[in-house]
């Protein structure tokens, strides 16, 4: 017969201190129980008396003897769950939670603020079992996250992972494509999915980015442009068609006298003076007017037909008044033919003006160009840029935050040719 539960004390530690044939008559007393489930049951209610007994030791003991008397256990954290355990069920009797697991107590114990009202539950029952309180805890249970689908029940790239929604594409079975993205991930140091997210930005600009109408200047200006698909491998990118202005002169937008043939001579010589660099390579422009006289980013050598007029007018229009480098860029896209005109015809001062709004990135850009380190470059949107290298007819797309690693990889190439 197994041996009545006896209160714990402890007035000394020696009293924790067993012989080996107190262990071994623990051990007989333990298998000598008449029936399973009095086995299960006891050992519940045993377990529970031992956790009150060591929360009580803990709180009445001294800090030192507290820790002799786990070393005498040869404890070293495992004590924590009993606490949690007294902490979770103090305000039961050891015996009403006969009836349940002692996993399934530990479980409530180890996650008290999301089974809080499964213990709130229990102090309703008249008796404890394992079902009732399995219950409760599915109750407790958040729904498993399904995969989304749309209205027509058709599959989709995306998921909830860890709570968040992620898109996600299924394998690809296709060798070359695989060995291709294998080689640039080990080249660049980069994850698939970065080279991937730079791929579909591509394509998407390629495919389906159309050029915007450049900002009105005044309220009495209108415009009609007929949206034209970006193409984004080419090099030559549509001119909107322009059907109507009005007049520069109207209103409150005051129109700049026509220049003379010897003034827009005199631009031009401006703008076609080389940059002459001393000492080693810099990525940072150089302090110096000459900057802006020759401003390979608006420079490019288009003949402007008569028909173009009017957009060289509104470039114009725009560089003289606008506030933000958003405005310049999203009007150079529109009128990308127009450019060279239309920067020949500003002054001095207005050119200087255009360069102070002038990203950084871009100034920097421009100065590589013009020595010759890469080949072009455009601007796709607010902080994304296409490069090409000399001697390459693809663009590489470089994100702003990649910027300084992209100047830095391409001052070692240019230091090891040298």
């Given at each position: 017969?197994?041996?009545?539960?006896?209160?714990?004390?402890?007035?000394?530690?020696?009293?924790?201190?067993?012989?080996s044939?107190q262990?071994?008559?623990?051990?007989?007393?333990?298998?000598?129980c008449?029936?399973?489930?009095?086995?299960?049951?006891t050992?519940?209610?045993r377990?529970?008396?031992?956790?009150?007994?060591?929360?009580?030791?803990?709180?009445t003991?001294?800090?030192?003897?507290?820790?002799?008397?786990?070393?005498?256990?040869?404890?070293?954290?495992?004590?924590?769950?009993y606490?949690?355990?007294?902490?979770?069920?103090?305000?039961?009797?050891?015996?009403?939670?006969a009836?349940?697991?002692?996993?399934t107590?530990?479980?409530?114990?180890?996650?008290?603020?999301?089974?809080?009202?499964?213990?709130?539950?229990?102090?309703?029952?008249?008796?404890?079992t394992?079902?009732?309180?399995?219950?409760?805890?599915k109750q407790?249970?958040?729904?498993?996250?399904?995969?989304?689908?749309?209205?027509?029940?058709?599959?989709?790239?995306?998921?909830l992972?860890?709570?968040?929604?992620?898109?996600?594409?299924?394998?690809?079975?296709?060798?070359?494509?695989g060995?291709?993205?294998?080689?640039?991930?080990?080249?660049?140091?980069?994850?698939?999915?970065?080279?991937?997210?730079?791929?579909?930005?591509?394509?998407?600009?390629?495919k389906?980015q159309?050029?915007q109408?450049?900002s009105s200047?005044?309220?009495?200006?209108?415009?009609?442009?007929?949206?034209?698909?970006?193409?984004?491998?080419?090099n030559?990118?549509?001119?909107?068609?322009?059907?109507?202005?009005?007049?520069?002169?109207?209103?409150?937008?005051?129109?700049?006298?026509?220049?003379?043939?010897?003034?827009?001579?005199?631009?031009?010589?401006?703008?076609?003076?080389?940059?002459?660099?001393?000492g080693?390579w810099?990525?940072?422009p150089?302090?110096?007017?000459?900057?802006?006289?020759d401003?390979?980013?608006?420079?490019?050598?288009v003949?402007?037909?008569?028909?173009?007029?009017?957009?060289?007018?509104?470039?114009?229009?725009?560089f003289?008044t606008?506030?933000?480098?958003?405005?310049?860029?999203?009007?150079?896209?529109?009128?990308?033919?127009?450019?060279?005109?239309?920067?020949?015809?500003?002054?001095?001062?207005?050119?200087?003006?255009?360069?102070?709004?002038?990203?950084?990135?871009?100034?920097?850009?421009?100065?590589?160009?013009?020595?010759?380190?890469?080949?072009?470059?455009?601007?796709?949107?607010?902080?994304?840029?296409?490069?090409?290298?000399n001697?390459?007819?693809?663009?590489?797309?470089?994100?702003?935050?990649?910027?300084?690693?992209?100047?830095?990889?391409?001052?070692?190439?240019?230091?090891?040719?040298?």
């Amino acid at each position: 017969m197994m041996t009545q539960f006896q209160g714990f004390s402890t007035t000394s530690l020696d009293e924790l201190v067993i012989s080996s044939a107190q262990f071994s008559d623990f051990m007989t007393n333990a298998d000598d129980c008449p029936h399973p489930f009095c086995a299960l049951y006891t050992s519940t209610v045993r377990v529970i008396h031992y956790a009150f007994w060591l929360a009580k030791q803990k709180a009445t003991l001294a800090r030192k003897e507290y820790k002799e008397l786990l070393k005498k256990l040869g404890w070293e954290g495992e004590e924590k769950r009993y606490l949690k355990l007294e902490a979770a069920f103090n305000n039961f009797l050891p015996y009403e939670l006969a009836q349940v697991e002692l996993h399934t107590l530990f479980q409530i114990a180890g996650n008290l603020k999301k089974y809080s009202s499964v213990i709130s539950q229990m102090k309703t029952l008249a008796t404890i079992t394992q079902d009732k309180v399995r219950g409760y805890l599915k109750q407790c249970r958040k729904p498993r996250a399904k995969r989304e689908e749309t209205e027509e029940d058709t599959s989709t790239i995306w998921q909830l992972i860890d709570g968040k929604r992620a898109c996600q594409i299924g394998p690809i079975y296709d060798q070359p494509i695989g060995v291709i993205l294998e080689f640039m991930m080990n080249a660049e140091s980069r994850t698939a999915q970065a080279i991937i997210s730079d791929a579909v930005v591509i394509r998407y600009e390629s495919k389906y980015q159309f050029l915007q109408e450049a900002s009105s200047v005044s309220d009495n200006v209108t415009q009609e442009l007929e949206v034209t698909e970006y193409s984004a491998p080419n090099n030559e990118v549509e001119t909107a068609p322009v059907n109507l202005y009005e007049s520069w002169d109207a209103d409150q937008v005051t129109a700049e006298p026509d220049l003379t043939e010897s003034e827009t001579s005199d631009y031009s010589h401006e703008c076609d003076e080389d940059e002459h660099v001393q000492g080693a390579w810099s990525f940072e422009p150089e302090e110096k007017d000459d900057s802006i006289d020759d401003y390979e980013f608006l420079t490019s050598s288009v003949e402007v037909e008569v028909n173009q007029l009017a957009s060289v007018d509104l470039l114009i229009q725009i560089f003289q008044t606008a506030n933000s480098w958003e405005e310049i860029s999203k009007a150079l896209r529109a009128y990308e033919d127009c450019k060279q005109a239309a920067w020949k015809a500003l002054t001095r001062t207005e050119r200087e003006r255009v360069m102070e709004i002038t990203p950084c990135t871009i100034k920097r850009l421009s100065h590589a160009k013009r020595e010759g380190l890469i080949a072009d470059f455009r601007e796709l949107g607010s902080g994304v840029y296409e490069i090409r290298y000399n001697g390459s007819l693809l663009w590489e797309t470089v994100f702003e935050y990649r910027m300084e690693e992209f100047f830095a990889q391409l001052l070692r190439v240019f230091q090891k040719l040298d």
